[in-house]
């Protein structure tokens, strides 16, 4: 992006130096060509600057993922309920709205709870934690751990096809959606066999 922007201005600006010999010279196809093509590079050019603002915005921002309320469904779910199991086709992610939930079998490729650091007993998943998403960039789109329910709650189903919409079409999100899922990975490599959630993010 920091050389796409750089490539467009001098895109332009030899438009604006071929579209003003074009002029001198009366080269009236010249000139019409160069004056489609300056409006449509100063678009993109608009477009991408405003991409590198929302992407460094979203950067500094924090991980909250309320704003996805509008686009899923909330669904009460009882103590003991498993939402899905490690190895089911996946299509959507949680927001966790209330309630308690854990993380068990959790396990990328050949890794598992005891190689990640998280112990058998699996990692507690709080209100405001999202959840869900690894099933979606996963080989297959399988789920990657089951999701148990330990205490009645509510949790936001977003289907992954909205949440891909939102990707491609939001740069904010597809930032913090990148930023949460490799930060919940690293954070779980390094915690303890204690480890918790933080509200706000988690990944599975």
């Given at each position: 992006?920091?050389?796409?922007?750089?490539?467009?201005?001098v895109?332009?600006?030899?438009?604006?130096?071929?579209m003003?010999?074009?002029?001198?010279?009366?080269?009236?196809?010249?000139?019409?060509?160069e004056?489609i093509?300056?409006?449509?590079?100063?678009?993109?050019?608009?477009q991408?600057v405003?991409?590198?603002?929302?992407?460094?915005?979203?950067?500094e921002?924090?991980?909250?993922f309320?704003?996805?309320?509008?686009f899923?469904?909330?669904?009460?779910?009882?103590?003991?309920?498993?939402?899905?199991?490690?190895?089911?086709?996946a299509?959507?992610m949680f927001?966790?709205?209330?309630?308690?939930?854990?993380?068990?079998?959790?396990?990328?490729?050949?890794r598992?709870?005891?190689?990640?650091?998280?112990?058998?007993?699996?990692?507690?998943?709080?209100?405001?934690?999202?959840?869900?998403?690894?099933?979606?960039?996963?080989?297959?789109?399988?789920?990657?751990?089951?999701?148990?329910?330990?205490?009645?709650?509510?949790?936001?189903?977003?289907?992954?096809?909205?949440v891909?919409?939102l990707?491609?079409?939001?740069?904010?999100?597809?930032?913090?959606?990148?930023?949460?899922t490799s930060?919940?990975?690293?954070?779980?490599a390094?915690?303890?066999?204690?480890?918790?959630?933080?509200?706000?993010?988690?990944?599975?």
């Amino acid at each position: 992006m920091s050389t796409m922007i750089p490539l467009r201005v001098v895109s332009i600006l030899a438009s604006v130096a071929v579209m003003t010999y074009g002029l001198l010279t009366g080269s009236m196809p010249v000139v019409l060509t160069e004056a489609i093509q300056i409006p449509f590079n100063a678009w993109r050019l608009y477009q991408m600057v405003r991409l590198v603002r929302d992407v460094e915005r979203a950067a500094e921002g924090d991980l909250s993922f309320d704003w996805l309320r509008p686009f899923g469904e909330s669904r009460r779910i009882a103590a003991g309920e498993v939402l899905f199991r490690k190895g089911e086709p996946a299509d959507e992610m949680f927001l966790i709205e209330s309630g308690r939930f854990r993380i068990e079998e959790l396990g990328l490729g050949e890794r598992g709870l005891g190689e990640l650091g998280l112990g058998k007993q699996g990692l507690e998943i709080r209100p405001g934690a999202v959840v869900g998403e690894l099933g979606m960039l996963s080989p297959g789109n399988l789920r990657t751990g089951t999701l148990v329910c330990i205490e009645p709650g509510i949790a936001l189903g977003v289907a992954y096809a909205d949440v891909k919409q939102l990707y491609y079409q939001n740069p904010e999100f597809g930032f913090a959606f990148l930023k949460l899922t490799s930060e919940r990975l690293f954070q779980g490599a390094q915690a303890g066999p204690a480890a918790r959630a933080p509200a706000g993010t988690e990944v599975i």
